[in-house]
């Protein structure tokens, strides 16, 4: 019985040891066909290939145009465009004024620290916010779709109507506008400045500081949400 168990034991080993084979056969990795050569600079690009599309979706207050930011040339360099829900177009509503934006190169340190915060890495225009279709503020024309579009230089308004943006808030240097925000009924502009909370009535009237002491407190100010009463 010993010996017929060893027998045993010892084909169950010559099987075990015999290869295996494949019908299709691994290629080499060495081999000049059937492989693929990518350069390095196309390797480290961010984005990646295939991976642009339009980010920050939102609807317009009329619900006519849904907008988006998108990069028509697969860049991080983004504008703001528009899809007209009746008429199925698509148009290039905000384009930074004389092919400036959000660069590496123009940012101040608070900006900096807030992209590193948001995980931000988009350039030329990296938000927006439509402005309320609200009748309580008599500064504005009801009806006209308009957008803020916050810059290095600025903060920009832009109606959706193929005019020119205006510049309602200007950038100074070393006293950048942070984290612009519009109120619910869009009759202000609320940002933070020299880290105090100042509002602004874009359509007429001077900025007005609402906090004070924030540098001697070592507390810093950032808008959040901000609520006008009517």
Aim: charged share 25%; with cysteine.
């Amino acid at each position: 019985m010993q010996d017929k168990a060893a027998v045993e034991d010892g084909e169950k080993e010559t099987f075990s040891k015999k290869p295996r084979h494949c019908e299709a056969e691994m290629p080499l990795t060495d081999s000049e066909e059937d492989s693929f050569l990518f350069p390095v600079e196309e390797i480290v690009q961010y984005p990646l290939s295939g991976y642009v599309a339009p980010s920050s979706i939102s609807f317009s207050p009329d619900g006519r145009l849904i907008s988006y930011l998108f990069s028509p040339d697969g860049t991080l360099h983004r504008k703001v465009f528009a899809f007209d829900v009746a008429s199925r177009r698509q148009e290039l509503v905000f384009c930074p004024p004389d092919g400036g934006g959000l660069d590496e190169s123009n940012l101040s340190a608070e900006e900096k620290l807030r992209r590193e915060r948001s995980r931000e890495r988009g350039l030329g225009v990296t938000r927006y916010e439509w402005k309320s279709r609200s009748t309580s503020s008599s500064c504005s024309t009801p009806g006209k779709p308009t957008i803020m579009v916050p810059l290095p230089n600025g903060v920009y308004f832009q109606e959706i109507s193929g005019s020119e943006p205006e510049l309602k808030l200007t950038c100074c240097a070393g006293s950048p506008i942070i984290d612009p925000h519009l109120s619910p009924d869009g009759s202000m502009l609320a940002y933070v400045r020299d880290d105090e909370l100042h509002v602004l009535n874009p359509f007429g009237g001077e900025p007005k500081q609402l906090t004070f002491g924030a540098i001697a407190n070592r507390k810093v100010g950032f808008v959040s949400c901000l609520c006008v009463a009517d």
